[in-house]
């Protein structure tokens, strides 16, 4: 096998042993291989949290900016260049909590970019509080007595506002993961890779066996066409079910983006067109 | 009776009646005549009811700013009056419909809804009004006739009322004209019907565009969003990006996307936006990224008035943000330097990978007049996006503190920017020499943008001054107009659109000073702070003004006469 050129060698990973962000890593990086994707048009984008380092230890262009923003910010990028392949990657807690406004309406514009959520159900970095995909009862020095909120469904939201790709996966099935990453990669439109990882450290409760115990495909004959059904697996518990849930070709946002109507190339190719703005000017003579 | 060499008119009425409309009409009209014109309105928050009114002076020569006095004031509705009551004087001639205003001894009587009826329906009583008011100033009713077709003329039903209504009104007021024996005399100018009319929204949205300007993600805020609307109504035929986020904190970080991918971006808002997008603000610092931010003033705190305005927001633009990082702030008082300074935003914000802020307010924004032409560059601005090698740095460690700024999808290296404290490939770091040296290069960018003078301050009056008064962004024309009437030899005004970094020249122009008065539609002073902070000159007094409306140039000469003569 030729050296994955997404994979940075020798650095300092910030990821305690055994966390479930490394085979992430791995299989993000195969996938991207295995896509042949062009090094220099894709770019990376997270947020904050122990997710949102990914693309600190890949070989990538990347944007790492806030808690929470890492959709809006991999909206303007792909509306100001639709050349670029972009991943916008980041834990549950970003996504979903913090980011959960823009979450909806990225879905809602269905840009072109694939949507990475780490989720292991626990907030890390901050030491282990309740994350929006937290289960009710679960302990921590935030809610000692246990988390009382009803669990954020980030699958059956999706499906709701009828996101073009919808799929759910486990970091502990290698092989499944890899595919389920590389057709969402492959995918025309926004689509969401809700991908279930233990946290080691903080989270006792979701472990590798947990998710290996409480996880089921979906059945062969799913349609991803159907979206009811596709609605009434996403709210399956007992077990959460994987795969891809639902897909739906749709308009793209920067396809339908009037500024891309008649200039196709990206923003910073184009020339300002003094003489249409002396014409506009002209026309504020009445 | 003769008309001065210049008239004020006010029309006053509900929201949702037609207000705007009467002033366009009204407006083109009169530029048409060939004379100056100026424009401005106030409004209440709401659709429909209310009193909402127009001020519109015409004259022989350049107005520019607001005033109070009224010459002719048509008043649309039954609760007109009182709503503007304070402004008028004996002089003033009051029109309107004497069904409504039968106790008012003074009225000029015009029956407004009897005309309107007899054309068609109620709304056609700005029409008739539109008419009173030409052949009042006996006016050619050719000229109200071409305004009208130019509006209407998608709809020759409507079209046909608009001219059947305006030439009753038209009547009327010729009738009322002769029987007074009024005449106007006003000076007219055939070449100002061929100058431009714009308000202070298109002004900063044409600067924008001539600046590289294409794309803007806003989420829709008075007032605001007159620029991103005429942003979107020009999306298609300029290229333009433009996108109403779900909420501010999206805009920002959409707009810094783009400035990521190579797009020229740009967020319009208002205070209570802005202060949504303080994390962006900062994002922006960090990561070094260039971002324009039209940040359109009106009162706070919280939602204050929404319709009114304010110079209240220049601590929020210079503070914002945690973390220390350079910005600049630009903020017109023209809408020549509206135009320039939005259009120069683009590039300074290029060139030193800062933020930089065009602070406008509601005033500024609503008010029109003609201008003889825009300062429109000869070339376009180069963008400064360097081609990346193999071996790019973002971050890399330069004397003038700025990296060269990379792309990605152009070149062969990889464009890695982090939020978090970073090395010179932008990787992050908690190296303590790092981050010293990183802080330390993003203060060095700022020793560019306070030596240069990028935009050009002014100084109006005498020379050799003793005393001098200040004030910044849309207070600039009534200060103007003021230290015009008063004509005081020892008194200048010194202006500069570039309130953040002042410049050196400015400085010293504050240091000359024996006596300094800082003007500024705020409570606390703003500006007077932000002055003593960066010359440590302290202000002599400060004339201040935070009722949410515009000062006035009235009031502004009251003020000068009783300093000059204490």
């Known amino acids: 096998m030729t050296t994955n050129m997404f994979v940075r060698e020798g650095c300092d990973i910030a990821w305690c042993p055994g966390c479930g962000n490394f085979g992430i890593l791995k299989l993000l990086t195969a996938a991207m291989a295995a896509l042949e994707l062009d090094q220099q048009q894709t ?32 909206t303007g990028i792909k509306a100001s260049n639709p050349n670029l392949t972009v991943i916008a990657e980041s834990g549950d807690g970003d996504m979903y909590g913090e980011g959960g406004n823009h979450f909806i309406h990225c879905i809602r514009r269905n840009p072109d970019l694939t949507n990475i959520v780490h989720n292991n159900m626990v907030y890390g970095l901050t030491k282990g509080q309740a994350s929006p995909t937290s289960q009710r009862g679960f302990e921590t020095p935030l809610q000692p007595a246990g988390v009382i909120l009803e669990p954020f469904n980030p699958l059956a939201v999706a499906i709701a506002l009828e996101a073009s790709f919808v799929a759910r996966a486990f970091v502990g099935h ?98 300002v067109n003094l003489e249409e703005i002396r014409r506009l000017v002209q026309e504020f003579n009445g | 009776m003769r008309f001065k060499n210049e008239i004020s008119i006010v029309l006053v009425g509900e929201a949702g009646q037609g207000i705007q409309t009467i002033e366009t009409v009204l407006t083109r009209t009169l530029k048409a005549a060939g004379l100056h014109v100026f424009a401005t309105k106030e409004f209440m928050s709401r659709i429909r009811g209310g009193s909402n ?221 802005f202060a949504l997008m303080g994390e962006g603000l900062s994002l922006a610092g960090g990561i070094e990224s260039p971002m324009v931010i039209h940040l359109a003033q009106r009162p706070g705190p919280a939602t204050g008035l929404p319709t009114r305005t304010e110079q209240g927001d220049l601590d929020l633009a210079l503070y914002a943000g945690h973390g220390e990082f350079p910005r600049m702030i630009l903020a017109p008082g023209t809408l020549e330097e509206a135009f320039e300074c939005a259009r120069l935003a683009f590039d300074l914000a290029d060139a030193s990978q800062s933020p930089v802020f065009i602070l406008t307010d509601q005033y500024l924004l609503d008010s029109s007049y003609n201008v003889p032409e825009l300062p429109l560059p000869a070339e376009p601005d180069e963008h400064h996006i360097v081609e990346t090698s193999a071996d790019y740095r973002r971050y890399a460690l330069t004397e003038s503190g700025l990296s060269p700024r990379g792309i990605p999808g152009y070149g062969q290296g990889l464009v890695c920017v982090d939020s978090d404290e970073h090395d010179e490939a932008g990787f992050i770091t908690e190296d303590a020499e790092v981050r010293t040296a990183m802080v330390d290069k993003r203060l060095r960018k700022f020793k560019g943008l306070r030596s240069e003078q990028t935009v050009k301050h002014h100084l109006f009056g005498p020379t050799d001054y003793r005393r001098l008064l200040v004030g910044w962004g849309s207070t600039r024309l009534a200060i103007e107009e003021a230290l015009a009437r008063v004509g005081d030899p020892e008194t200048a005004f010194l202006y500069s659109p570039q309130v953040y970094p002042l410049s050196e020249q400015v400085q010293e122009h504050l240091q000359g000073a024996q006596r300094l008065i800082v003007i500024e539609s705020n409570a606390t002073g703003q500006f007077a702070r932000l002055i003593q902070r960066e010359t440590g000159r302290q202000a002599d007094a400060c004339w201040l003004q935070y009722n949410g409306r515009p000062f006035s140039v009235e009031a502004l000469e009251h003020r000068l006469r009783q300093e000059v003569t204490s």
């Open chain 1, 174 to 271: 290698k092989e499944q993961t890899l595919d389920i990453l590389q057709q969402a990669i492959r995918h025309r439109g926004y689509a969401l890779v809700d991908l279930l990882q233990p946290c080691v450290s903080f989270n006792k409760l979701n472990t590798y066996q947990w998710f290996d115990e409480n996880t089921a495909y979906l059945d062969e004959n799913h349609d991803p066409h159907d979206r009811i059904q596709a609605f009434a697996s996403a709210l399956e518990e007992d077990p959460l079910r994987l795969g891809v849930f639902y897909r739906k070709e749709k308009p793209l946002f920067e396809d339908q983006l009037l500024g891309h109507k008649k200039e196709k190339k990206p923003l910073f190719q184009r020339q």
């Open chain 2, 53 to 273: 009114s127009t001020t519109i002076r015409a004259a022989s020569s350049p107005v520019r700013a607001y005033a109070e006095e009224i010459d002719l004031c048509v008043l649309l509705d039954g609760d007109a009056y009182s709503w503007i009551q304070e402004r008028i004087t004996p002089d003033t001639l009051v029109i309107g419909d004497p069904a409504v205003y039968d106790h008012l001894d003074e009225l000029i009587p015009l029956p407004l809804a009897d005309l309107a009826k007899q054309v068609g329906e109620k709304i056609y009583a700005n029409a008739v009004a539109c008419g009173f008011v030409i052949g009042l100033l006996g006016l050619k009713s050719a000229l109200l006739e071409k305004t009208l077709e130019e509006l209407f003329g998608g709809n020759q039903e409507v079209l046909d009322k608009n001219l059947r209504a305006s030439r009753l009104g038209l009547e009327q007021g010729e009738a009322t004209a002769k029987e007074k024996e009024w005449f106007c005399d006003l000076q007219t100018n055939p070449q100002i019907a061929g100058q431009l009319f714009l308000n202070g929204s298109e002004a900063v949205g044409l600067g924008a565009l001539t600046g590289g300007c294409n794309f803007i993600a806003s989420y829709p805020m008075s007032p605001s969003t007159g620029v991103l609307q005429f942003l979107a109504k020009y999306a298609e035929r300029f290229g333009l990006v433009v996108e109403q986020a779900e909420d501010e904190i999206s805009a920002i970080n959409m707009g810094l996307g783009s400035w990521y991918a190579g797009g020229r971006a740009m967020v319009s808002t208002s205070g209570g936006g």
């Open chain 1, 43 to 74: 770019v990376l984008v997270s947020g904050i949290g122990q997710a949102a380092k990914i693309p600190q230890y890949m070989q990538v262009h990347f944007f790492n900016g806030l808690h929470g923003r890492a959709l809006p910010v991999a």
